[in-house]
Protein backbone atom coordinates (compact mmCIF):
# COMPACT_ATOMS: atom_id res chain seq x y z
CA UNK A 1 0.00 0.00 0.00
CA UNK A 2 3.23 2.37 0.35
CA UNK A 3 3.82 5.16 -2.25
CA UNK A 4 7.32 5.57 -3.67
CA UNK A 5 8.89 8.51 -5.04
CA UNK A 6 12.18 9.37 -6.54
CA UNK A 7 13.59 13.14 -6.32
CA UNK A 8 16.14 14.26 -8.10
CA UNK A 9 18.59 15.72 -5.39
CA UNK A 10 18.19 19.44 -7.45
CA UNK A 11 14.94 19.62 -5.95
CA UNK A 12 15.98 18.95 -2.53
CA UNK A 13 18.13 21.12 0.24
CA UNK A 14 22.06 21.87 -0.06
CA UNK A 15 22.49 19.98 3.23
CA UNK A 16 20.86 17.02 1.62
CA UNK A 17 22.42 17.13 -1.87
CA UNK A 18 25.96 17.07 0.23
CA UNK A 19 25.09 13.97 2.08
CA UNK A 20 24.04 11.86 -1.25
CA UNK A 21 26.67 13.30 -2.99
CA UNK A 22 27.67 9.60 -4.96
CA UNK A 23 23.81 9.85 -5.75
CA UNK A 24 21.58 11.30 -8.51
CA UNK A 25 18.18 10.59 -6.55
CA UNK A 26 16.52 10.29 -3.00
CA UNK A 27 13.65 7.42 -2.79
CA UNK A 28 11.21 8.54 -0.38
CA UNK A 29 8.31 5.70 0.54
CA UNK A 30 5.23 6.94 2.31
CA UNK A 31 2.49 4.77 3.67
CA UNK A 32 -0.03 6.91 4.95
CA UNK A 33 -1.95 3.53 5.74
CA UNK A 34 0.28 2.57 8.54
CA UNK A 35 1.92 5.79 9.30
CA UNK A 36 5.44 5.03 7.68
CA UNK A 37 7.90 7.37 5.94
CA UNK A 38 11.35 6.50 4.88
CA UNK A 39 13.79 9.14 3.20
CA UNK A 40 16.81 7.37 2.22
CA UNK A 41 19.76 8.30 -0.53
CA UNK A 42 19.11 5.74 -3.50
CA UNK A 43 22.61 4.42 -4.04
CA UNK A 44 24.06 4.65 -0.38
CA UNK A 45 21.07 3.80 1.37
CA UNK A 46 21.58 6.87 3.87
CA UNK A 47 18.74 7.31 5.89
CA UNK A 48 17.94 11.08 5.94
CA UNK A 49 14.92 10.53 7.91
CA UNK A 50 12.54 7.94 9.29
CA UNK A 51 9.76 7.55 10.81
CA UNK A 52 6.95 4.54 12.18
CA UNK A 53 3.88 4.76 14.70
CA UNK A 54 4.95 3.30 18.03
CA UNK A 55 8.57 2.52 16.98
Same mark, same amino acid.
Given at each position: /?????? @? $? @? &?? @? &??? #???????DD? #? +?? +? #?? $??? $?? !? /?? !?? +?? &? $?? #??? *??? *???
Amino acid at each position: /MADRYF @L $D @L &SQ @L &SEQ #VAQRCAADDF #V +TR +T #VC $DHC $DY !L /MV !LC +TK &S $DA #VLE *AYI *AGF
